[in-house]
């Protein structure tokens, strides 16, 4: 396995990346070894999404590649995007927004918008005393109760008395 990660070094230094998927650097990389020095996409898959053993160097320096190839990506990008005189920076700034989830601003407001829900309950009254009782739940007052001291019972009911009046 560590000759994919020397052939992904190799690949990432030499092809220009910014319009690559996931997908098409996998098959590059596997395209340039022998069989037996590529992985599955599978293992590809695992490691992309950080499923590895926490002693897995190979692991660890797949993800750092991948993290360093993608923020090179998004620099190239945004250096043709900046340009001076690039009348076609929208074309740019479209790849951007397709390629890297974080900043496609529509995305990102369409999960906000999924996360807030609002709960509309419609009741209807057969009657104007139904439709006052209704008024009055829905826009009642509140008072805050404060301290209420318990109030000592002035009687005491005497139990033993009532139960020998019973007749049974």
Excluded: C
Excluded at 32 to 42: C, E, H, M, T, V
Excluded at 73 to 91: I, P, R, V
Excluded at 100 to 129: H, M, P, W, Y
């Amino acid at each position: 396995m560590q000759e994919w990660i020397i052939g992904l070094k190799k690949v990432l230094a030499e092809e220009k990346i910014e319009f690559l998927s996931d997908d098409d650097l996998f098959h590059l990389v596997n395209h340039r070894l022998n069989k037996k020095n590529r992985i599955a996409k599978r293992t590809f898959d695992y490691w992309k999404a950080g499923k590895y053993a926490p002693d897995d160097v190979i692991g660890e320096e797949f993800m750092d590649l991948i993290k360093l190839s993608r923020i090179k990506q998004k620099q190239a990008l945004g250096q043709k995007m900046f340009e001076e005189n690039n009348m076609s920076w929208t074309k740019y700034a479209w790849i951007l927004e397709r390629k890297f989830e974080e900043l496609n601003l529509k995305r990102i407001s369409e999960n906000v918008n999924k996360n807030e829900t609002t709960t509309i309950i419609q009741i209807s009254a057969g009657n104007d005393e139904q439709k006052q009782l209704i008024d009055n739940i829905i826009n009642v007052d509140f008072e805050d109760i404060t301290d209420v001291k318990p109030q000592p019972f002035s009687a005491m009911v005497d139990n033993k008395k009532d139960d020998e009046e019973m007749p049974f």
